[in-house]
C-alpha cells in the first residue's frame, strides 16, 4: 500500500515538474509570440506605420534594465533568458521596419543618430543607429551598476524601472492609434495575444512568488491591452459610420 502511494505521489511530482517546464518555456518564448503576426503583417503590406516602434523602444530598455537588475537580485533564471528572447525579437522588429521605410521612402534624406536631432530621436533611417543607441545605454547602465552594486536601494529601484517601462509597453501603441484615429496596420492578433501574455504571466509573477514589482507591472499591462481593444472597436465602428 506505501509502495503504491509513493508512485502515486512520484507520478504528481513528475507531472508538476513537467508542468512547470512547460510554463517556464512559455514564459522565456511566449513574449516574443505576439510579434510574429505584427512582423508578418509589416511584410505583407510593405507598411509598418501602424506599428509604433516605440513599443520596441519601451521593451528594449525595460529588459536590458531587467538584466542589470538580476545581476543585483538573482530572480527566476527564466526571467533572466525572457529579457535575451525579448531583446532579439525587438532587434528583429526594428530592422524590418527600418528595410520598409527606406524600400518606401520617397525622399532621400536620412535621419541619423549622429545628427543630435531630438525631433527624429527613435526615428533613424539606419538599423545600426539603435544598435547603437543600445549598445550606449547598456555601457551606460553596466557603469552605474558596478559602481552601486552594493546598494540595496539601487538595486530595487533598477528593478522598479524595469517594470515600469515593462508595464508601458502598450502606451504608445495606443497613443499612436489615438494620433491615427485608427488602428490600420496593427495586428490585432499581436495585441490579443499580448493579453492572454499578460494575463498568464501575472498569474505566474503571483504563483512564482515574484517580486512585487512584476505582478503590479503586469496588472497595468493588462488595463493598457484592454484600452487598446477598445479602441479597436471604436475605430472600426466609426469607420463603418464615416462609410455609411
Known amino acids: 500500500m506505501d509502495a503504491e502511494v509513493g508512485l502515486q505521489e512520484e507520478d504528481m511530482e513528475g507531472s508538476w515538474t513537467l508542468l512547470s517546464w512547460l510554463a517556464s518555456c512559455l514564459m522565456v518564448f511566449g513574449g516574443a509570440l505576439p510579434y510574429v503576426p505584427?512582423?508578418?503583417?509589416?511584410?505583407?503590406?510593405?507598411?509598418?506605420?501602424?506599428?509604433?516602434?516605440?513599443?520596441?523602444?519601451?521593451?528594449?530598455?525595460a529588459n536590458i534594465l531587467r538584466?542589470?537588475?538580476?545581476?543585483?537580485?538573482?530572480?527566476?533564471?527564466?526571467?533572466?533568458?525572457q529579457s535575451v528572447v525579448m531583446i532579439i525579437t525587438?532587434?528583429?522588429?526594428?530592422?524590418?521596419?527600418?528595410?520598409v521605410q527606406n524600400t518606401n521612402r520617397v525622399s532621400t534624406k536620412q535621419h541619423r543618430l549622429?545628427?543630435?536631432?531630438?525631433?527624429?530621436?527613435?526615428?533613424?533611417?539606419?538599423f545600426e543607429d539603435y544598435l547603437l543607441f543600445c549598445f550606449g545605454f547598456?555601457?551606460?547602465?553596466?557603469?552605474?551598476?558596478?559602481?552601486l552594486l552594493d546598494s540595496a536601494v539601487f538595486v530595487e529601484t533598477l528593478g522598479s524601472l524595469a517594470v515600469m517601462f515593462e508595464a508601458m509597453l502598450g502606451l504608445p501603441q495606443l497613443l499612436q492609434n489615438f494620433h491615427n484615429r485608427s488602428t490600420k496596420g496593427m495586428?490585432?492578433?499581436?495585441?490579443?495575444?499580448?493579453?492572454?501574455?499578460?494575463?498568464?504571466?501575472?498569474?505566474?509573477?503571483?504563483m512564482n512568488e515574484s517580486p512585487a514589482q512584476?505582478?503590479?507591472?503586469?496588472?497595468?499591462?493588462?488595463?493598457?491591452?484592454?484600452?487598446?481593444?477598445?479602441?479597436?472597436?471604436?475605430?472600426?465602428?466609426?469607420?463603418?459610420?464615416?462609410?455609411?
Open 38 to 61: 505584427q512582423y508578418q503583417e509589416i511584410q505583407r503590406s510593405s507598411n509598418s506605420e501602424g506599428f509604433s516602434t516605440r513599443v520596441c523602444l519601451v521593451l528594449l530598455i
Open 214 to 244: 512584476f505582478w503590479v507591472c503586469g496588472l497595468v499591462q493588462i488595463l493598457i491591452d484592454v484600452a487598446i481593444l477598445l479602441q479597436v472597436l471604436f475605430y472600426s465602428q466609426d469607420t463603418r459610420v464615416k462609410l455609411g
Open 67 to 81: 538584466i542589470f537588475f538580476w545581476i543585483g537580485k538573482q530572480f527566476e533564471l527564466t526571467l533572466l533568458l
Open 90 to 99: 525587438m532587434f528583429a522588429m526594428l530592422h524590418l521596419c527600418c528595410t
Open 138 to 147: 547598456t555601457v551606460l547602465c553596466a557603469l552605474i551598476t558596478l559602481l
Open 114 to 126: 549622429s545628427d543630435l536631432d531630438f525631433r527624429y530621436f527613435w526615428k533613424w533611417s539606419v
Open 187 to 206: 495586428s490585432v492578433k499581436m495585441v490579443l495575444l499580448w493579453t492572454a501574455g499578460d494575463i498568464f504571466k501575472t498569474t505566474y509573477f503571483v
